[in-house]
């Protein structure tokens, strides 16, 4: 068998004779910088053990039905401890992402993994959608920050912001008397359903930081 390093250097032997090559690399375990290099490789998405099949499965699939294949993902900063990337608005590159995150992040406990990586799913569909309508040709640009004490993840939306005084369209509380208020709200304001993410976000998180306009965000979550 051969290393990821090995792997990304064929990798880039392919790409200078098929440059549209979309590659999914599964191995046994990547570093942080194996997965920046995996970025920086235009890697379709990185996997390793113990390997969910049906999402390498769902995710061979995409990479195969996608009509319009570009990347995506570029990265501006790529440190074992800051990666900085933008990111175009469409739902396939959020997941792409979604899926490096959790390998750049390997060295938390999986479970508390799993509910930080949908929490950062959340915060960039709510970029992309709000902040920039899921144009293509929009970018997000998203920070990923590990400290001693805390993951920062920081989002940035080419958007007007938005007045966090009136977020009638998000859930306040999973009470279902709020519930159904917020669903009677957004079906008026002619929105899809929905409206749970923030507050999914809100249970996941330790602290949520925007900033006066409203199209920056901090999600912080404090490692034990």
């Given at each position: 068998s051969t290393s990821a390093t090995e792997d990304l250097a064929l990798l880039a032997e392919f790409r200078r004779v098929r440059p549209g090559i979309r590659t999914i690399v599964l191995a046994p375990a990547l570093s942080s910088a194996e997965v920046i290099a995996s970025l920086r490789q235009h890697v379709y998405a990185c996997f390793t053990?113990?390997?969910?099949?049906?999402?390498?499965?769902?995710?061979?699939?995409?990479?195969?039905?996608?009509?319009?294949?570009?990347?995506?993902?570029?990265?501006?900063?790529?440190?074992?401890?800051?990666?900085?990337?933008?990111?175009?608005?469409?739902?396939?590159?959020?997941?792409?992402?979604?899926?490096?995150?959790?390998?750049?992040?390997?060295?938390?406990?999986?479970?508390?993994?799993?509910?930080?990586?949908?929490?950062?799913?959340?915060?960039?569909?709510?970029?992309?959608?709000?902040?920039?309508?899921?144009?293509?040709?929009?970018?997000?640009?998203?920070?990923?920050?590990?400290?001693?004490?805390?993951?920062?993840?920081?989002?940035?939306?080419p958007g007007s912001g938005f007045d966090r005084t009136d977020l009638s369209h998000a859930v306040a509380t999973p009470q279902s008397a709020d519930v159904f208020k917020t669903t009677i709200e957004r079906a008026d304001s002619g929105i899809r359903p929905g409206g749970f993410g923030m507050l999914i976000v809100r249970q996941i998180a330790d602290e949520l930081v925007y900033n006066e306009r409203g199209n920056e965000v901090l999600l912080i979550k404090h490692l034990k």
């Open positions: 053990r113990p390997l969910d099949y049906e999402d390498v499965a769902d995710m061979a699939r995409a990479a195969i039905v996608d009509p319009d294949w570009r990347d995506g993902i570029e990265v501006t900063s790529g440190l074992p401890y800051w990666i900085t990337l933008r990111v175009s608005c469409r739902l396939v590159t959020a997941d792409r992402l979604t899926r490096f995150m959790t390998e750049y992040n390997a060295g938390i406990p999986s479970s508390e993994r799993d509910l930080l990586m949908t929490a950062f799913r959340e915060m960039l569909l709510n970029a992309m959608e709000h902040g920039a309508g899921f144009d293509p040709e929009k970018v997000i640009e998203v920070t990923a920050a590990q400290t001693a004490r805390a993951i920062v993840f920081h989002f940035r939306d």
